[in-house]
């Protein structure tokens, strides 16, 4: 329903009443539910407002889940590693059903918009490949990712528009070049 809707953190989600209708279940479901979910820290009720999605990357599930899931040095390098596999299948999709339109936008974005950074350029990404369940695994383990770093990488805007560049071209060996040379990975 979030993703159906459009709903972004901050948005407010309906009420239990809707929810209770297009969901085809008891309203004290309904509640029980909800309430589990402020609890994790997904939604918040604010008092004669009605109840709203939080920005669930601040989360602290992720960090909660990682210091038992991730105990050890290899289930961290796995993470990063996954996550990094993630991106290039991605790119891969991404040249076969995008549009030189498609890239084009992306590229006059990540041009000219003043709050770039990684996460929301592989977003877009993703987007463009149209894999949901690769975007699911990819929001997931990128929040564990951050978890276990102390400072996030910083990388230079023209690696992006390069990578781009490469994409627009059809290219996919420059392609997976110029994500190595993003991500600073050693060429196989």
Known sequence: ??????????????SERELTERLN????????????????????????EGTFLRDFRGNQLVQLLSTFILQDEKA????????????IDCLRLVLQRT?????????NWASNTEDFHDDEFFYRI???ADNHLFLRMWVILK?????????????????????????????????????????NLSVL
């Open 1 to 14: 329903m979030i993703t159906a809707d459009g709903l972004k953190p901050g948005n407010k989600i309906p």
């Open 126 to 128: 993703i987007l463009l």
């Open 99 to 107: 549009d030189k339109e498609s890239i084009g936008n992306l590229m």
């Open 25 to 48: 279940v008891g309203r004290s479901s309904v509640r029980e539910a909800l309430r589990a979910l402020e609890l994790l820290g997904l939604i918040e009720t604010r008092r004669g």
């Open 76 to 87: 961290k390098k796995d993470v990063f590693e996954t996550k990094n596999m993630i991106e």
């Open 143 to 183: 929040d564990y990712y951050y978890s276990l770093i102390q400072t996030p990488p910083q990388y230079d805007r023209e690696d992006y528009l390069f990578l781009l560049k490469a994409l627009g071209e059809k290219n996919e060996e420059q392609t997976i070049l110029a994500y190595r040379k993003l991500r």
